[in-house]
């Protein structure tokens, strides 16, 4: 009973940390570097291959109500300076807290030289939020107020951001959430007011050539959000005769992480990362899991593969 109400009250603490402005709210993901149109409207390739890719987070396996993110992206080169995509992120907790975001995303790509080029993207959506606390099991007492009421809410958003790329590096600078949006609200005298916090993202990362069958691929993710303290992801992979990677990474005084993936085909690509706790969190879970997948198609329905910088990210 006790290891119950322990999982339970964990569970509470999940919703808070995911439903008040005191928390770091947006998904965190341990391949950032090929999830990068969900975290930056800017984010562009070279040539004219579409690019489709899908992800999926189960975080603290093991834990009652753990998060779990999926993610689908489509990117789509219109004309050499125009880019478009498409993003859809599904964020839930448990069975109680449920958030999905669409956006659609356009970039303009300015040349600043023979390979360097800078592009500047928007993206403009909405996000569909809701609660469902039917069922929940209480740990305490008396149950907190402030989960007494299901919720369903849609909210605008749009966001903005910079990509500045080469044919071996990439540094990014985005806010994907512009607006704040009230989740909750004050209701018979009690503050739950739950503000989905404006996150700031700087991302890079380089392709080291080690020789014709070796890449050193470091990387490295900043996340900043008002109220949480600041997140640092850093990277490295290996990249070997253009076909496996492998890698580890680090968070800071959170987890540390184990990826691999695999080109499977000149169009597609598989990968799995593994991270392990570090933080107090550990002792309710057993670690979290993330897998993806990756296309690339040429618009006449040929495969180009990843035989080129930027799509190495």
């Known amino acids: ?10 569970l509470g ?15 965190q993901y341990t391949q950032y570097m090929y999830n990068m149109r969900v975290i930056n409207p800017a984010y562009a390739t070279e040539g004219e291959d579409i690019n489709i890719g899908a992800l999926y987070r189960t975080q603290w396996v093991g834990t009652v109500g753990a998060p779990n993110t999926g993610s689908l992206f489509v990117h789509v080169p219109l004309q050499e300076k125009i880019q ?22 356009f970039a303009y790509i300015l040349s600043l030289g023979a390979e360097t080029k800078l592009s500047l993207g928007v993206k403009a959506g909405a996000s569909f939020f809701n609660t469902n606390f039917n069922g929940f099991i ?17 909210f605008p958003n749009i966001g903005a951001g910079a990509y500045l790329f080469g044919s071996n590096y990439y540094v990014g600078f985005s806010a994907p959430n512009l607006l704040n949006s009230k989740h909750l609200e004050r209701e018979s005298g009690i503050v739950a007011n739950g503000v989905e916090e ?8 380089y392709v080291f050539e080690l020789n014709e069958q070796l890449k050193l691929k470091p ?34 005084d959170d987890a540390v992480s ?13 990968g799995y990362a593994y991270d392990y706790t570090l933080s107090n969190l550990g002792r309710f879970n057993s670690g979290t899991h993330e897998i993806m997948i990756l296309f690339d ?11 080129k910088s930027p799509r190495f990210f």
């Open 84 to 105: 478009v995509g498409l993003s859809i992120i599904n964020d839930q907790i448990g069975n109680v807290v449920n958030e999905t975001n669409v956006y659609a995303d």
């Open 258 to 270: 184990g990826l691999a993936n695999f080109r499977i085909s000149p169009s597609m690509r598989i």
């Open 138 to 154: 209480y740990s305490d007492v008396l149950p907190d107020p402030a989960f007494a009421n299901n919720l369903s809410k849609t």
């Open 198 to 205: 404006i996150h700031f993202f700087l991302t890079g990362g």
């Open 13 to 27: 603490f999940l919703l808070l940390t995911g439903l008040f402005s005191v928390a770091q709210q947006d998904p």
């Open 219 to 252: 990387a490295f993710m900043t996340k900043a959000v008002s109220g949480a303290p600041l997140s640092l992801d850093l990277t490295a992979n290996l990249l070997i005769n253009n076909m496996l990677e492998v890698g580890a990474g680090y968070r800071f």
């Open 297 to 307: 198609i040429n618009k006449l329905g040929k495969p180009k593969g990843y035989d």
């Open 1 to 10: 009973m006790i290891i119950k109400n322990l999982k339970y009250t964990f």
